[in-house]
């Protein structure tokens, strides 16, 4: 399995903001969509969001809607998640993953991420007072 190298996770109160980042560990994301994912002690992993190649497609869950954003530089070779207006149910561990078949198709945030391409080690994201 291809690796991914995240970073941008860390502790902020509630209204606060953070960005994430994503890379590929030793190849870059080009023609891949990419997913990111949060798990939460006792929870069931969710997707959150999912963007396109080169990113003209872009999908939210409804608990990240208006307020996450997520958006990748191409030139560069990174992915990110804007995180605004974070809320204590918003700390997880949160995942970035990678998937040459989706593409540029239109991505899915009901995706499971079985059978994806590329994961990320995980990022922690606190959200306290």
């Known amino acids: 399995q291809l690796q991914l190298v995240e970073s941008g996770g860390g502790l902020v109160q509630p209204g606060g903001s953070l960005r994430l980042s994503c890379a590929g560990y030793?190849?870059?994301?080009?023609?891949?969509?990419v997913y990111w994912f949060r798990q939460a002690p006792g929870k069931e992993r969710e997707g959150i969001s999912c963007?396109?190649?080169?990113?003209?497609?872009?999908k939210y869950a409804n608990s990240a809607e208006g307020r996450f954003t997520i958006s990748r530089d191409n030139l560069r070779h990174i992915a990110y998640l804007q995180m605004d207006n974070l809320k204590p149910d918003d700390t997880a561990v949160y995942y970035c993953?990678?998937?040459?078949?989706?593409?540029?198709?239109?991505?899915?945030?009901?995706?499971?991420?079985?059978?994806?391409?590329?994961w990320g080690q995980g990022t922690q994201v606190t959200v306290s007072s």
């Open positions: 030793g190849f870059t994301l080009d023609y891949y969509a």
């Open positions: 993953a990678a998937d040459r078949k989706r593409g540029s198709g239109v991505c899915s945030v009901a995706d499971d991420g079985r059978g994806y391409d590329a």
């Open positions: 963007i396109s190649y080169p990113g003209i497609h872009t």
